[in-house]
């Protein structure tokens, strides 16, 4: 018997439940495509005929023919990530301002395609619209936006969030088999977001670092005592309603070092593990503070970009060490109302992506970043430093990776690098009266962290105590870092305040108005994390934030700074046994307020050096 399509009737339909008081509607439905999920909070009532129980669908905006039909169905597979042939078994084709008609070869093609059911809609008789074209989930009720679940293997994530089409968030409340022990992340079609002047950042999923307010969810620092005194945030951070108002989809919130704290797996982590790195052998650290934030963006093609704070490294260090783009922007680019900072004049609020092109369209949008006089296309000179300090490398394989880099840059700007070492610039610049740059400012950054991280938590440790009448706990690094700041004198801040102020002068004036420095910021595996460490007190200083490193320059100077993978490195592994490849990262700073300029920069390299602009995700970056 030939199989027909059964033509079913829409019409407009009731409010849905939706009171608070009461709970959503919620379900989990599994297809041969994956596991998704549905609540009647993001929900469209009409009234469907003959539909038993609970059916997948598919919207489409079509002329009827059977060349347009294809070529959205194509379109659908190649941008979505939730669409699959499972949801073609019942397809909404929708006209506009005309009476659509299906012909016989489109009905052939669905029919090839397990299409059993369709409805026909013209939107112009909709007063109040209809739907994005996309995947559902049809019922006689009403359609009901698709999720598709996927798990968090790397346990990267501290909390799945849902955010419905007003941009209200609460907690996933479903969850796949296959996620265990960890979380189940729930994404939205991206369909569902067609592109909007209005909306530049219009279905970009991001994740947000677990010291950064959302409305509708605990924020814990990756403290259970910070969570459990101040519970679900009534506000999101001003950062994180910036981005709602771009059009961006908050997915759920990332692991981080306790209070952004310069904690190493395994041995710091105590209210909360550390998430894993997923490249290599699954062995290295993802780098902290945004642990979550790295191991998110290197993990998951169904995360677009990362939102975390950088401190000393807090940002580019998980970025570096996943093999990923990092962004550190200049100081007082955004707001850090609503963040757990450790020192406002140290920490700004970073991004993280697999793709340079989305960290580039994101960071124009969310910091606000218009053309440069200095940018890479105008005549005007950029001066280029080559630190003689950082370079040369010892290992001549991973050196040449740099000096490509370099070669690209001055053919690029087509200037001359200024070799400068920073160290012989110092003894000139403070004419030989305050010793070497590294012993003068080796506790400045360090100083910060103390100072700032305690008495920003002072609120908290004094709420908390009012609140159950004991102290709160927290790990062993923070409790160090407190006890060092209950020790230090308002003389020796000032000091180090002074001393941030003297390194942001010196900084500027080998930059000047217009530069840009190329680092060697990773070129070697990360560190391991199954090490035995020392008690905080017991460790080197150098291991607890002590010194001037590389990456505390732009922290120290206010300066952007952007790590890129320009290279593999292979490493034997003692795990696994076998070579693996970690990516080997450079970064380029600039002067303070050249973002754009940064960026541009580094897309030009890619494209001269013809390295890919998106790294791939799981064990390795590259292609081997």
């Known amino acids: 018997m030939k199989s027909e399509l059964k033509i079913c009737q829409i019409l407009p339909g009731g409010d849905l439940e939706k009171s608070e008081e009461s709970p959503p509607i919620s379900s989990v439905v599994s297809l041969s495509s994956g596991?998704?999920?549905?609540?009647?909070?993001?929900?469209?009532?009409?009234v469907i005929d003959t539909i038993p129980g609970v059916q997948p669908a598919v919207v489409i905006n079509t002329q009827g023919d059977l060349l347009s039909l294809?070529?959205?169905?194509?379109?659908?597979?190649?941008?979505?990530?939730?669409?699959?042939?499972?949801?073609?078994?019942?397809?909404?084709?929708?006209?506009?301002?005309?009476?659509?008609?299906?012909?016989?070869?489109?009905q052939e093609y669905l029919l090839s395609r397990g299409t059993r059911r369709v409805a026909l809609v013209d939107r112009s008789s909709w007063a109040h619209g209809f739907p994005q074209e996309g995947p559902y989930f049809a019922t006689q009720a009403g359609l009901f936006r698709a999720w598709k679940l996927f798990p968090d293997t790397q346990g990267a994530f501290v909390a799945s969030l849902l955010q419905d089409e007003n941009c209200r968030i609460r907690y996933l409340d479903a969850a796949c088999a296959d996620a265990a022990p960890n979380l189940t992340i729930a994404v939205p079609s991206r369909l569902y977001y067609p592109p909007s002047p209005d909306l530049p950042l219009n279905g970009l999923r991001v994740a947000i670092k677990d010291n950064i307010h959302v409305a509708g969810a605990k924020t814990f620092g990756s403290s259970k005592s910070y969570g459990e005194l101040y519970g679900?945030?009534?506000t999101s951070a001003p950062a994180v309603q910036e981005l709602l108002d771009l059009g961006a989809v908050i997915i759920g919130k990332t692991g981080m070092s306790q209070f952004a704290d310069a904690e190493a797996p395994t041995s710091d982590f105590v209210d909360f593990h550390a998430p894993a790195n997923p490249r290599g052998d699954g062995n290295r650290t993802a780098g902290g503070s945004s642990y979550g934030a790295g191991a998110a963006v290197a993990a998951y093609k169904w995360l677009d970009f990362a939102l975390a704070t950088?401190?000393?490294?807090?940002?580019?260090?998980p970025a570096a060490n996943n093999s990923v783009f990092g962004l550190r922007p200049s100081r007082n680019s955004v707001t850090l109302d609503g963040t757990l900072v450790i020192h406002r004049d140290l920490d700004v609020l970073g991004l993280l992506s697999r793709d340079i092109d989305v960290l580039r369209r994101v960071a124009v949008h969310f910091y606000r970043l218009s053309p440069q006089i200095t940018s890479v296309n105008s005549k005007n000179s950029i001066k280029f430093i080559y630190p003689m300090h950082l370079f040369p490398l010892e290992d001549n394989v991973v050196q040449e990776h740099f000096n490509k880099v370099a070669r690209a840059v001055e053919s690029i700007l087509g200037v001359t690098r200024s070799n400068i070492d920073f160290t012989r610039a110092w003894e000139r610049w403070s004419l030989g009266t305050k010793g070497s740059l590294n012993d003068y400012f080796a506790s400045t950054l360090f100083q910060h962290l103390v100072w700032g991280g305690y008495h920003e938590r002072a609120e908290f440790r004094a709420q908390y105590t009012s609140t159950f009448h004991r102290a709160p706990m927290v790990n062993p690094f923070a409790r160090y870092r407190w006890g060092l700041a209950e020790g230090t004198t308002e003389k020796e801040v000032e000091q180090a305040i002074s001393k941030r102020k003297e390194f942001q002068s010196f900084i500027e004036s080998i930059f000047g108005e217009s530069a840009c420095m190329l680092s060697p910021f990773l070129f070697h595996e990360?560190?391991?994390r199954d090490i035995y460490r020392p008690a905080p007190k017991e460790r080197d200083r150098l291991q607890t934030g002590w010194g001037l490193r590389p990456a505390y320059q732009a922290s120290l100077a206010g300066q952007p700074e952007i790590v890129f993978p320009i290279g593999l490195c292979p490493t034997i592994s003692d795990i696994s046994g076998v070579e693996e490849h970690y990516g080997v990262i450079a970064s380029i700073i600039g002067t303070r307020g050249t973002e754009l300029a940064v960026l541009d920069l580094i897309c030009q390299i890619l494209d001269r050096l013809k390295i890919p602009r998106a790294v791939l995700t799981g064990r390795t970056p590259f292609e081997v």
Do not use: M, Y
């Not at 596991?35 to 009409?46: E, G, R």
């Not at 499972?86 to 659509?100: E, R």
């Not at 950088?310 to 260090?317: A, I």
């Open 232 to 234: 679900i945030s009534r």
């Open 70 to 106: 294809k070529a959205e169905i194509r379109r659908f597979n190649e941008l979505d990530d939730v669409f699959s042939a499972d949801f073609l078994s019942f397809v909404i084709l929708v006209s506009v301002n005309k009476q659509l008609e299906l012909q016989k070869t489109a």
């Open 35 to 46: 596991q998704f999920h549905f609540t009647a909070t993001t929900s469209f009532p009409l």
């Open 526 to 528: 990360p560190e391991s």
């Open 310 to 317: 950088d401190t000393g490294g807090s940002c580019r260090v």
